[in-house]
């Protein structure tokens, strides 16, 4: 009987903070303003609107103080875990889409991290099923990081 060892994502899975809030002017700056008050940087970012409310997803490298600053100003919000992948920024995106493609896993959504080192950027995955898309984007030598990977 064979023995499979999963390699951990350091700091375990990336966590993602959906900010939930009315779609007024000034919000999100006073959203990013609040976390940069406590030295949180946001690394990634995406928002979805309508007429009324606005979803603000967002990874950051602290997310504990994210967590305690959200509440202490009562923004609704709820967390997820991502999975990241490190892509080369021009030339990796189909690949990441093929190797989850021939895994037969779903995305729901998906957007990239604002900036990364060495011609490197990151994707911040929501999936269907975030441990077989691990695997198979390992299988296919991507490199998956975790919240470790961000945090300081």
């Known amino acids: 009987m064979s023995v499979t060892t999963l390699r951990q994502r350091p700091g375990g899975p990336v966590k993602q903070f959906s900010v939930f809030t009315p779609n007024r002017l000034g919000r999100l700056h006073t959203l ?19 007429t009324d409310s606005a979803i603000i997803r967002l990874v950051v490298d602290d997310p504990e103080a994210a967590r305690a ?3 202490e100003h009562c923004f609704p919000f709820g967390e997820s875990e991502l999975l990241v992948v ?6 990796q995106l189909k690949d990441v889409l093929a190797a989850l493609l021939q895994a037969e896993i779903n995305i ?30 390992r299988r296919q030598q991507f490199k998956v990081l975790g919240q470790g990977d961000f945090s300081r």
């Open 108 to 137: 729901h959504y998906i957007y990239s991290f604002m900036t990364r080192s060495q011609d490197k950027t990151a994707l911040a995955l929501n999936l269907e099923d975030r441990d077989v898309a691990e695997e198979a984007l």
């Open 32 to 50: 990013t303003a609040l976390l940069a008050s406590r030295n949180v940087h946001i690394l990634a970012l995406t928002v979805l609107d309508t």
């Open 86 to 91: 490190e892509i080369a920024a021009e030339t």
């Open 69 to 71: 600053l959200l509440e």
